[in-house]
């Protein structure tokens, strides 16, 4: 049974950057991959990208490519995700999700990023 | 990677059934069959009700199905209750460890 459990809310100013922890637990951690997901305010799920623990082979969707970061740790266990030049249409709730097979199957339970001068 | 179609909104009366569809193109939905649907309640973090277009994982009621035709995944809520209302998001495997959501339906219990 996976338990994925996130790092705090964070509010940031616009320009800075943002890492949001994913610490997993209850499965062998280097055998999935995790994926990042955000939600802006009222708004729906947006895929941000994909990261193996295996070996951090990465896959970021387009809009995020060079901005954002993904990166793991198996002695800990636990995923980061890096996001760069911050503004405020990047205020949302940031999730990781272990990726089991095509399907994400374990969630955490969001980080709130707010981005406000 | 545009968003999967969804209708914004959906609503039953408790007992019938809602259908939820999800439309995409051949380099995802129609392409795999790795279709997911995603409950979330106000303030909760998603939750998987259906994968691999048909699979329900364990624990979620077999009020929860899914079918494919396509293009267009569907998820079909039957014998609605309560506890149903919520937002549900569609998403695909698109290839190359790329997914893409639904953009969402409101699903509203008369």
């Known amino acids: 049974q996976g338990h994925l459990v996130q790092s705090g809310p964070e509010v940031k100013t616009p320009g800075a950057s943002v890492r949001v922890s994913c610490k997993a637990s209850?499965?062998?951690?280097?055998?999935?991959?995790i994926i990042w997901v955000r939600q802006a305010p009222g708004q729906g799920l947006e895929w941000m990208g994909w990261?193996?623990?295996?070996?951090?082979?990465?896959n970021y969707a387009q809009k995020f490519q060079g901005r954002v970061t993904m990166t793991t740790d198996t002695s800990t266990n636990t995923a980061y995700m890096e996001v760069t030049s911050l503004t405020s249409d990047d205020t949302a709730v940031y999730y990781c999700?272990?990726?089991?097979?095509?399907?994400?199957?374990?969630w955490g339970q969001g980080t709130l990023v707010t981005v406000s001068s | 990677q545009s968003a999967l179609t969804q209708p914004r909104s959906v609503s039953g009366s408790p007992g019938h059934s809602v259908t939820i569809s999800c439309t995409g193109t051949?380099?995802?939905?129609?392409?795999?069959?790795?279709v997911s649907w995603y409950q979330q309640l106000p303030g909760k973090a998603p939750k998987l009700v259906i994968y691999?277009?048909?699979k329900r994982p364990s624990g979620v009621p077999d009020r929860f199905s899914g079918s494919k035709s396509g293009n267009t995944a569907s998820l079909i809520i039957s014998g609605l209750q309560a506890e149903d209302e919520a937002d549900y998001y569609c998403?695909?495997?698109?290839?190359?460890?790329?997914?893409?959501f639904g953009s969402g339906t409101q699903v509203t219990v008369l």
């Open positions: 999700a272990r990726d089991g097979r095509f399907r994400a199957d374990y």
């Open positions: 209850g499965y062998t951690f280097n055998t999935y991959g």
């Open positions: 990261i193996t623990a295996y070996n951090g082979k990465t």
């Open positions: 051949s380099s995802d939905v129609g392409g795999y069959n790795s």
């Open positions: 691999d277009v048909t």
């Open positions: 998403c695909s495997y698109a290839g190359t460890y790329t997914y893409v």
